[in-house]
Every structure is written in structure tokens, then in C-alpha cells.
């Protein structure tokens, strides 16, 4: 063999080679499917370590939703072997005594669990994502006081206006499809979760064939892939297939309205639409064109509403998610102006764009955001972050494309968005209305 | 990484640069040691947002056009009496955006137009700031514990809101010039040449500026409360009950209990993650809330700040939360640290500070809030041994001297009526 393949996981038996794109290569585990993605970063003596499994909102049934979000909370608590040694769950053990940061998080399509530490901690680190992933002891002992946070989290979502919105314009948008309610889920069914849902959830969706764990840093990639075929190698599948949802989302036929009204001094009007999904040029023209509307003093809903009086800010949500989903504009209303009276013009200053020379505008949001994009790679959990977006969308490898698709946006493209997103079929238009007591 | 310090004449920082680095960071602050009044945190407010909306023969859209046009941004701030301007941009970008941040500083318009439209946002702004419970909790705790003159005392909205109306462009200016005598602390990080050459083009800025008659700081030296201190700000809309618990920490960076105070009550609140003792049991073990999480801030070397704590509980589990959280208070002020955490924690703070280097942007802001607290860079440096050099009584007995849950201001924003006469309990 030569010295050149030596150097590659192509020599480390157990794995499949799949691909190489820029510094990032990917294999898979021969013996249970498990995907890796490695990419070294030399000098730093840091390692990031990112388990994504494809489990979401968008797996969640009618009364269980939120439960993805439920059972990444409990992938926190204690294993079979922790309970034996009593060193209690081995993630919180791992901090306590390392320091290392820890975090995980849902979306509509995937969950996702890292560690970043010194590289002496490589192999515990793993340790702690493979026994997780099959082994987390379920019980109500240990779920009762996390359920208790989970509605603790919830309540403090739902206290900001923006969030009360987005529940209510999401579930109006989609009448079929599991985008139809927050990643956090609807409280009662947060209350009614019992441990068995959580058991079959689990089991269904945590294996191995249905995760890609990203090693990122300063770590040779032999000795990486060794270590998680030590580590990872013995874990099974379950021979049950994954359970996913096949759904045909109705068609809009106009638009969708929802209101709240709540005691507050805060008054949003909310636009919601349906756009297309992520990586595709189609997503990034949104993003564009989100920005262009709402990213920033320069922006063009910020000069006609905030610097006139009649905004006091303006926001926008826009997810990278596998499907069609809704995105937001959300625009907090002064006391100067009613919801009626200011959804007119705002429709209007997005109807006009239809026909307007954006040319220099998009450009310039472009530029920012591929600057943005520097900036957010500068370090191994930024790089893992966007990663997992794009390991959730099904094709990681289009990470390396982003700065391309980006170039290759022209003015049409960011148009088009204004001419067919904005489109009554498929806008759905939220008011929070403050009552004053 | 690797790191220069520099220091001319009014012109102090360091220059961080990483081999291959293609992004830039800039983080240029100046203190302007004024008296404090709500006259001044409304010029302030105004003063922050008038710096980019036009300068030499830019208007704002002009201006803000070609900050966009670089791709990179161009943020200004104020903090306490701190001005900072943030940089942001990649290498390749840099000469339009540094030509710009320098225009920015030389000949700010400060239309009367651009005021007006200022004064009408910023009202707004401050509309919206009303209902943030979060934001007035941590607000009110520095109203309870600072004097109206100090930097760090928050005025209510509306009063602030009051003296928007009569800022004059004359005490908008008066700023600027405070900011271009004042001595300008720098931190700058990217590619070796590229910093070399920002520091390279300040210190000719700073020639063509000098300093001048400096303001000396105006010292306020704020005293720890001696008692249980609740303040109420009700905001009838919010769900939970957002808490802001602290008190003043008598002491300054160089006082010797000061890194021993830090290392101790980082074992009761560490931010982020769940090691502290506030998160495993009033998160953890009790299941009372989210996030508990605390840190000792705005101490410098020659004044005091504060430590604080923040959370938020359900209105119904808001009594047990504060008798948990003081419980933990009071244990660890009575009893001190384990032997375990003393060793742990040891472990914990050098991993934190390692991590920190993944990222440029990470180090560049740590090592920024280091200098403008009056550290030098070899103070920040240094303060990983001394951590690993501390000794455990020396922090138990810091502990007991300047944490008491007798003596502390309770900050709690929300729907407080529902809560109130609860809590009231608390100060006995």
C-alpha cells in the first residue's frame, strides 16, 4: 500500500470510505451503518465531537408532540453503567469533572448532542455518546423533575409574544404536516408524556444506521476512527425499520389568518410563508431576500417602518429544515399604527419589490452573507453547527457549496421570491394583540 | 496564537493574530468618566445610534450602504460609561471597512434630522424594553445596588425616555470629543500583516488625535447592601417570574481575595452548562427551573462590582425557588467548598480557559473585557496560574466574607402581584 492511503481511513478495516469533500471526509461504519464525518484541525488541542440522529418535530404524532425535544433532555440522565458505578448520568459527570462544554438540541428534523474538550478526553467522549444512544435507563424517578424543566422551558417560551405567534401561524400553515406544531410541542401534551412513549420513541429512532457523529479537531484521523470502531463497533440495530410519517400536506387555497390576544402593551403583525427546503437556491433566495427586507438599519422595512415610527423592531425566523416550511417576518407595531393598517403596507413594499432594480441591494446582502459565514466556521462547534443542518437536510457535503449557491444568486431568484412566496396560498397571517387592562 | 502588546501614547491593546486567520475582529473602546444622570443615558442611547448614521460626505443610507457593501459590520455600543466600537470583516475587505470606522471617527455629522429620527426610534425601542422581564430584572438588581451617578445604575424607561426629547446635537458632540482626548484601548485579531497594519493606521489616528486633558474616572464606590432587599417591577403580560439576585463584592482585581471569591462562587453559579451547584440542585434535583446561572462582573482595578445570579420560576414555584437558591447561598457561604469541587473546579475553570481558544472571536472578546477592567495582558495571561495556585480556605474564607443570603437585593420582574406578598416573606 502506498504511503498516501496509509494516511486515510481507507486503510482502517470496519469502515467504508464513502466520499471527500474539501477537508471534510466521511465513512461509515460497515458493522451497524453509524456515518462519520472527520475533519482535523491542527494546533489547537481541541476536539468537538456532534452526534446527530434524523429525529424531530416532523416524527412526532398527535399528542406526543414535543417528545423529540422530551427525550434529549433524558438522553442526559443516567445509563445502565452509570447507575452501577453511581457516578450518576456520565454527559454530567463528563462536565463536572472535565469542564467541557455540552449542549444538544432539537429541530423539525434532527437532534443533535456535543461535546468540545481537550483532546486527552477523545475516547470518554465517545464512550458517553455510544452508551446514550442504546442505553439511557427510562424511568419516573428520573423523567418526573425533567418534565418539570421541559414545561419550565415552555413556559418561558411562550411568555414572548413572538413564540405565542409562531405556535398558532405554524399550526394554521400546515393541517397535516408534522412542521405543524413547535419543535418544544403544545404543553398539555408535555404533561401528558409518560415514560412507555418516551421507551418507544427512543427505540425507535436512536440506533446507530440512523446517526452521523462529526469528529472535528485536533485528532488524527486514524486514530479517530479506530477509537469509534472500538467504541461504536458493538452497537446493534434494532431490527424493527424506522417509523417516519408519510404525509401529504393539503393544498392552501388562500390565505390562512390567526390572532391572539393576550394582556400585553405588545402589538406584532406576523407574516408568515411557506418556502422552500434547505440547501436548495430556492432556500438561500429567502434568506436573501429576508434580509434585504429585514437584516439591519440598511434594510428596506427597517428605513420605511422603523425609522418612520411605526416599527419599534422588526424580526425574522427562517429554519433550515428538509421540507417545506414556514418562514417569518415579524414586525412589533408602535403605538402609531394598527395591525389592519399596517399589513397593507407592508404587503405593498413586497409587492413592489417585484418590479424594483435590486440588483446592488442583494449584492450587498450576499457579501454579508458569506462574510457571516467566515465567521461562524472560525471554530469547531460553529463548524459542527452548520454541519448538522446539513447532514439533516440529507447531503452534508453541500456545506462546501454554500459560498457557490450563494454567488450564484441573482436578482431573479431573490424576485421570484417576492412574486410566489408572498402569494395568498401560501401566507398565513398572525396578529398578537396587546390588550391594555 | 500569537500575541503583541502595544502601548503609545493613549493608544494600549494587543494584537492577536493566527496563522491563515481570515476573518478580522476590532474591538475599540474608550471610557468616558462622567457623572451619570438619565439625561446622560439618554444621550448615550442617541449619541450610539448618530455615530453610523452619517459622516464627511456620507448621509446614513449612504454610510450604512458602504458598510454593507464590505460585507463586514460596524457596531456601537455603550456599556456603563465604556463606548465600544466592533469591527467585523474578512481580510480581503478590510481596507474600505477600517477607511470607514476612521471617517466614522473623524467627522460624524450628526444631522438634525438623523437626531430626530434617533430620538423617535430610541423611544420606541425603549416601548418594547418595557415588557422584557429578563432585561429589568438584571436592570432593577443594578438599580438596588448602584447610586443614580454611577454608570451601572439603569433608569426607569420612562424617565430616560422623558430626556430624549431634549438631548441637544451640542451634548452629542461633547461626546464625541470626550471619546477622541479619552486614551482608546484596542484589542485587534486576524492575519499577522492585516493587524499589524490596523494598529499601524490607529497609532497614526491617535497622532492626528492625541490625547488630551484626560477626565479622570469619577469614582462611585458602591457599598454592599446590609440587608435582604426586594424590588418589584411589574409586567402583568409575562408568564414567569424573572429573578436577579447579587450584591456588591467590596473588593477589586487586585485585592487577593479577589480570583478566590471568583473560583468559589463559580462552583455555586458557573454560566453555561450544568456543573454549578445552583443548576444540579434547583434545576436538577428539584426540578424548579431552566437555567440558574451566575457570575461576578464589572469589577476592575480600582473599583467594586457585583455578583448576581439570574432565573426565573413559575409563579407558583417562585417562593421555593428563592428559599432554594438562598439555601445553596448560605451553604456554600457557611460551609464552603468540597475538597472534591476544590479540585474539580481547578480542572474545570483551566478547561474553560483552554476552549476559549477554538475561537478567534472567543479569546478576542475575554481578552478585551480583561483590558478595559484595567488588566494588562500579561495580568490576563497570568490569571490561569493563579487560579491553579489558589487554596481552598483562602476561598471558603472569601466565600463567607462577601456572600450572605441575610445581604443581598432580590430583583423580580413579571407578573409580581401574584407573587408579592410571598415574597415579602423574604425579608425577614
Redesign the interface.
Known sequence: MSKKRERNGNAVPGFAFIKKVGGISEYRLKNNGLSILYKRIKGTGIVTTNITYLVGARDESVGETGIAHMLEHMLFMPTKSDIKVKTGSGAMHFERETGCILNANTCKDRTTYFFSYPVEHFERALSIEADRMLNVVLNDAVFKPEQGNVLSEFDMYNGDPHFALAVQLVSSAFHSHTYGHETIGYREDIEAYTVEKLQRFYKNYYRPNNATLMVVGDIDEIKALNAIKRIFGSLQNSKSPIHRHSVNEPIQEGVRRVEIVRPSTTNILALGIKHAAFPSKEWFATMTFFSLLAGGPDSILHKKLIDTGLASSIDTILEPTRDINLGVLFVTLTKKISHEKMELPVLKIIQELKSKDITKQAKKVLKKTITDEFFTRENSLGIVRELTEYTAAGDWAKYYETEEILHSITTKDIVNVAKTMFEPERMTIGYFRGLQT | MKYTSFNTNGLTGTRISRPQ???IVLKFSVALNREHFARTAACDMIYTDAL?SGSGTYTR?KF??A???????LDVSMYGDILTISL???DT?LQPLLSLFLIMLTNPTFAGSELK?SK??IA??L??Y??N?RARAIDGLRSALYAQTSPLYTFEPEKIQKELLRVSRKEILSIHKTILKQPWTVTVAGGEKKTQHIVKKLTLFRKKNPVGKQKEKTFHTPQPVQKKVLKFISI?????IEFNIGNIVPITLYDKDYTAFVFGFNVLALM????GRLMSTV????????GIYGRVTATSTDDYGYYNIAT???PNNAHKGITSTLREIRSISEHGITDDEFV?FK??????E??T??????VTGELHSALLSGRTFKEFIDLKKKIQQLKKQDINNALAKYLSPDALVISVAGPVKTVKEELESFRK
Not at chain 2, 458598510?67 to 459590520?73: K, R, W
Not at chain 2, 434545576?283 to 431552566?290: A, F, I, P, V
Not at chain 2, 480542572?347 to 474553560?352: D, F, Q
Open positions: 486567520a481570515r476573518i453610523i443610507g450604512l450602504d458598510v454593507n457593501n464590505t460585507g463586514g459590520s467585523k470583516v474578512i475587505n429620527r423617535e426610534t420606541n425601542e416601548d418594547e418595557k415588557e422581564a402583568p403580560s409575562k408568564q414567569n453555561g452548562g450544568f456543573t434545576r436538577e434535583k428539584e426540578g424548579l427551573t431552566y426565573f420560576f413559575a474539580r480542572a474545570i475553570l483551566g478547561t474553560r483552554i476552549l481558544h477554538d475561537s478567534l472571536l472567543r
